[in-house]
């Protein structure tokens, strides 16, 4: 089982911020021509199906039961695609990767917002990371476009640390933040003067800062040269703007997952 140095999003049908908060839970990272590691012209498969219980909503104390299959590819030219994301992997540097991503999902609903209508969100910008040790990573992505008027950006920075716990298990751990500007943090945490008029809560604008941290640990073991699973947990809170906005009822909140996967 490959251990992750990206966070991978883990089901398409849940909100972009969802994959965020579920950054350890993703998928194994498909294995890497010189660009990617992979003998040329071969594709890496993986098959996986998806259990988790995650908030319906950030900021609010409910939450919901996913069961969802997955499926995942990267080719030896470094295109890879995932459920919530297709990118490209540019460098020939197996320690040091970048390139474009595009993100898409459900976008995230705010915590005032009744109506749960399903609601594409595209989110487009880059990814970044360096391995400082087999098991000490780095990684990054900044997207643009997740916001009311799609001039939203957030900043997702992150680290992880694995370790073996014998032949066929490993336990990660890894932080991290997401940085967003105003636009991104009114659209999902201010109230605007026509908002609060309907709702009856005070007019709130959300500046831009740290949106919210988190901490993942993840228990991994291959079940055979085929088969892996991975169980786990994130705990996040929001930070800045994000907590002291009026729709925030809760600061933290955990999610619960385990992802059985099986390599192509």
């Known amino acids: 089982m490959t251990i992750p140095t990206r966070a991978r999003a883990c089901a398409s049908f849940a909100s972009i911020a969802t994959f965020t908060t579920l950054a350890a839970c993703c998928l194994p990272a498909a294995a890497q021509s010189p660009t990617t590691q992979m003998p ?52 020939e540097d197996p320690m040091f990767k970048y390139g474009p991503l595009l993100t898409y999902g459900a976008r995230s609903h705010r915590g005032d917002d009744k109506d749960s209508k399903f609601q594409l969100g595209i989110e487009a910008g880059a990814f970044a990371s360096y391995q400082l040790a087999h098991n000490i990573g780095f990684h990054s992505n900044v997207l643009y476009g997740g916001s009311d008027d799609h001039g939203g950006v957030r900043l997702n920075l992150g680290a992880n640390y ?64 085929k088969y892996a699973l991975s169980s786990g947990m994130v705990a996040s809170r929001l930070m800045g703007n994000a907590l002291d906005s009026p729709l925030v009822e809760t600061r933290g909140s955990t999610s619960l997952f385990t992802v059985l996967t099986y390599h192509w």
């Open 40 to 91: 040329e012209g071969t594709t890496d498969v993986d098959i996986s199906l998806i259990a988790a219980l995650v908030p319906a909503k950030e900021g609010r104390s409910g939450m919901k039961a996913i069961v969802l299959p997955s499926i995942s590819a990267q080719w030896s030219n470094g295109i890879f695609a995932e459920p919530g994301e297709v990118g490209m992997q540019l460098s």
């Open 162 to 225: 694995s370790m073996r716990l014998g032949t066929h298990q490993s336990l990660n751990a890894g932080v991290g933040m997401n940085v967003v500007n105003h636009s991104y943090m009114q659209s999902y945490f201010g109230i605007s003067p026509a908002q609060a008029a309907r709702s009856g809560k005070p007019v709130y604008r959300a500046g831009g800062g740290v949106k919210d941290i988190y901490l993942s640990l993840r228990w991994n073991i291959d079940l055979s040269t």
